[in-house]
């Protein structure tokens, strides 16, 4: 393993960490919306709050913001690293303030196109919850500029961090309305507002440890170049594009029924908690390393950090699939049974994330596909290719829709990423797949992931079901830690044999 290996990996598990604690706090405040308001109207409208400013992370931090900063940033010196960052934090944080004032004058219209299908929810809402909001929404996006100059010096564990305090906060405040009994969608907003505040400042606080320059250098002059905001929008139009999916899918099913909306969130929420911290990771920490590459034209570089990346991409999303299709219902009967949903409604989350699963060994091929486009500047390509699978997306969803049938209507959740993963790979080459690909190597670790997987199967039906009354505990923490098991032992043997196999090369 060469010393840029092992630094990507390196970098990958700290990612990794920082993520895990941020989507389990997600995790948490899930349990507790469900727990407080089940699958009802007032849980649709306490996930759309939810989802503004979840819906400005992603945007910011899986794309837009990071194609155009991190390769700039990374370039740059020390007073041109902060001239950008200060440029690119008045420039976003003042459009993004704007648009906290659209959604103060117009929430009805916001909440009209992220639920169409739910009566009334402002009914739900005082004037300073909708106010807190909105200033939740120019916060994050400053953080998505912070982050962005983070990662650009590789310190993704600090801005991975981010997720998690704004989570925990959310999460203090949703205990404190359980506490007292009451006022859950007024603690709610107070707690987006407050972990916005704090992540932000988390993360000045964090820049300024590094070292990043107090004064603004004038002499730089404006830095923000007509190349560098062109790079800047076209990343955030196709993350934007990217993002919307499952808001599109979530408003389609608010037109099924009471509770559609939050049964799709939290089935969506399931599925990236392995894609944010396992394989989204990946081109995360790729990008960068991969953007240095293409700027010094190292092709070996470039195309070993490209392929190593898929490699485990490819084998990771087969151990989250294949483990995560029989013993996901332990998992949610875990999270979502002690509180507000009934077995029935178990059973229905159950069956979205089953298919929403389906997604993952697409999502990975194609967010990998986009960072090595993207560092080779040409964020156009990346957009161009996700619009146009972008108006596929209507047909895939209209099935569903006509026939009132959720589970298809969430089919169309790994079509769209099966679709997307092929033109973003014709667009960065095909060469790159095929070496991933090539040989026997990818078969034979599938096989074994299959086999361990296989056996974890039998002894969930052969022996935990039927001896589930003489067991300790609930038979769904026994199904869990065997499926937690089969996870460790596929996850582990996938990356020991990479590393065998990398050192033998």
Known sequence: MT???????????????????????????????????????????????????????????????????????????????????????????????????????????????????????????????????????????????????????????????????????????????????????????????????????????????????????ASYGWVLDKQLLLGFVAGLASASLLVVVPLILRAGASWLGEGELAAFNYAVKLVELPLGIIITTLATVAFPRLSEAHDRQDTGAFNDILNVSLQRSVLLSIVIVLCGLPFIDAVISIIFGAGQINTAGLQHITALTQVALLSVPFVGISSLAAAAVNAQRRPSEVLRRTAVVMLFLPLLCLPGLWMKEPVVLMLALPVFHMMLAANLVRVAGWSALKAVLRGTFILRLGVLIFAVVLIAVLLDFLFLKLAGSWLMGPLAVWRLGLAGIAFSISAVAVLYMMRLRERVV
Request: proline share 3%.
């Open 3 to 217: 010393q840029a290996q092992r630094n990507l990996l390196g970098a990958g598990l700290f990612l990794s960490l920082a993520l895990m604690g941020g989507r389990l706090a997600g995790f948490g405040r899930e349990i507790l919306i469900a727990s407080s308001f089940g699958l009802s109207a007032e849980a649709d409208v306490a996930i759309i709050l939810l989802s503004i400013p979840d819906l400005l992370v992603n945007l910011l931090l899986s794309g837009g913001l990071s194609v155009a900063l991190v390769p700039a940033l990374r370039s740059a010196d020390s007073g041109k690293e902060a001239a950008l960052f200060f440029q690119a934090s008045i420039v976003v944080g003042g459009g993004f303030a704007t648009l906290a004032t659209i959604f103060v004058m117009a929430p009805t219209a916001w909440f009209g196109l992220l639920a169409p299908g739910v009566l009334s929810p402002l009914r739900w809402l005082d004037n300073w919850m909708i106010y807190a909001i909105a200033v939740a929404i120019p916060l994050t996006a400053l953080s998505g500029v912070s982050s962005a100059t983070l990662n650009a010096r590789d310190r993704f564990f600090v801005a991975g961090c981010g997720t998690l305090i704004f989570n925990l906060c959310v999460i203090g405040g949703l205990f404190y309305a359980v506490t007292i009994g009451g006022a859950y969608l007024s603690w709610l907003c107070a707690g987006i507002f407050l972990g916005a505040l704090i992540r932000w400042l988390s993360q000045l606080l964090a820049l300024r440890v590094g070292r990043l320059p107090k004064v603004y250098d």
